[in-house]
């Protein structure tokens, strides 16, 4: 059974940065497509960051630039770099996996795998 635990959230002033965490059990990041998303209140969950079996990452628009998807392969790990955060990237935070993707779209949808969330606040 795959799980998915996320953290690393809390609360930062704009401008400053975040790393989150999450640890995969029963899967591993290697094999998979990792992505977070993120949701926030009265708004539908968006997706963030992925990253493929290769290596190959996609961006959402907003945080091109100021986040980093990466993985550490040995610990199981999935992270997520977050500098020059705005107010707007208030939100819960969640990781995700999928065997497969369609790369042409970032939906919800296509992954499984949910942990509880972190939130991130940030505030102006």
């Known amino acids: 059974q795959v799980q998915l635990t996320e953290s690393g959230g809390g609360s930062v002033q704009s401008g400053g940065s975040l790393r989150l965490s999450c640890v995969a059990s029963g899967a591993p990041v290697s094999k998979n497509c990792m992505a977070w998303f993120r949701q926030a209140p009265g708004k539908e969950r968006e997706g963030v960051a992925r990253?493929?079996?290769?290596?190959?990452?996609t961006y959402a628009d907003s945080v091109q630039g100021r986040f980093t998807i990466s993985r550490d392969n040995a610990k199981n790990i999935l992270y997520l770099q977050m500098n020059s955060l705005k107010p707007e990237d208030t939100a819960m935070y969640y990781c995700a996996r999928a065997e497969d993707v369609d790369w042409s779209r970032f939906v919800s949808e296509d992954f499984g795998g949910w942990g509880q969330g972190t939130q991130v606040t940030v505030s102006s």
């Open positions: 990253i493929g079996t290769a290596g190959y990452t």
